[in-house]
């Protein structure tokens, strides 16, 4: 059964430092996803990205955040300077994308994140 | 996407079944009810949704009731490995790319 990945499993990093989470969504969805969970806390959206170009993002989503889908495969986070509340789970997610269907999200196995 | 309100807590035996209430009395008329489970720290893990007819699947059982305000999803035979997180979420029908707004869930334990 297809399925998201996503890499690392876990990452740590100085504050400050640039982080780049990589995920790789379901071959023929359209629709790609992203969101933390801070330990204890509930599942955030931070962005969601279509044909290219964000369709919709939270206001978590600032100016340190961008997000890419460098090839025909991959679909990354980056977080340009980290700060220490950025530690949390990340999970990417893909859908087909398809208007009139019940558009289900996949959900990958997340990339925790320790900011020290 | 109207708020949905789960208890927080409940246990189930195993190899009994698990109904999770979950009620959405602001639902509208084009939104679906969705239902994900996170075991551990793991990523959401899709269950099943539905419109308004009850719904099965290999995982559960979806049952909405006719006005629509509220809904159960049933655990047939829990096991030790449904013990999760299990959310229910509304959403609008037919609008690709919607993101899903996950609230705190019902934590079920199933015992032995």
Redesign the interface.
């Known amino acids: 059964e297809p399925e998201?990945t996503q890499t690392p499993s876990h990452q740590v990093t100085q504050m400050g430092q640039e982080v780049i989470l990589r995920c790789v969504p379901i071959s023929n969805h359209l629709?790609f996803?992203w969101?933390r969970?801070i330990l204890g806390q509930?599942?955030?959206?931070l962005v969601?990205f279509?044909n290219n170009e964000i369709?919709?993002k939270?206001e978590i989503f600032d100016d340190q955040f961008s997000v890419e889908r460098p090839d025909g495969s991959n679909f990354t986070l980056k977080i340009r300077s980290t700060k220490l509340e950025d530690s949390a789970?990340y999970?990417c997610?893909s859908?087909t994308?398809?208007?009139?269907?019940?558009?289900?999200?996949?959900?990958?196995?997340?990339t925790?994140l320790t900011v020290l | 996407d109207a708020k949905t309100t789960q208890p927080p807590s409940m246990d189930c035996a195993e190899g009994r079944a698990a109904n999770l209430p979950c009620n959405h009395s602001t639902i509208s008329g084009n939104e679906?009810v969705?239902w994900y489970r996170?075991i551990h720290?793991?990523?959401?893990?899709?269950i099943i949704?539905g419109l308004k007819n009850n719904e099965t699947n290999e995982m559960a059982s979806l049952i909405i009731t006719e006005d629509r305000k509220s809904s159960t999803l049933i655990l047939p035979h829990a096991t030790l490995r449904d013990t999760a997180v299990y959310?229910c979420i509304v959403r609008v029908?037919?609008?690709?790319?919607?993101?899903?707004?996950?609230?705190?869930g019902t934590r079920v334990l199933v015992k032995p």
């Open positions: 998201v629709y996803y969101y969970q509930k599942v955030e959206f969601s279509y369709s919709e939270s789970m999970f997610a859908t994308g398809q208007f009139l269907s019940t558009d289900t999200q996949y959900f990958g196995p997340g925790r | 679906y969705y996170q720290s793991q990523g959401p893990q899709y949704h959310y029908y037919g609008a690709a790319g919607n993101k899903l707004t996950f609230g705190g």
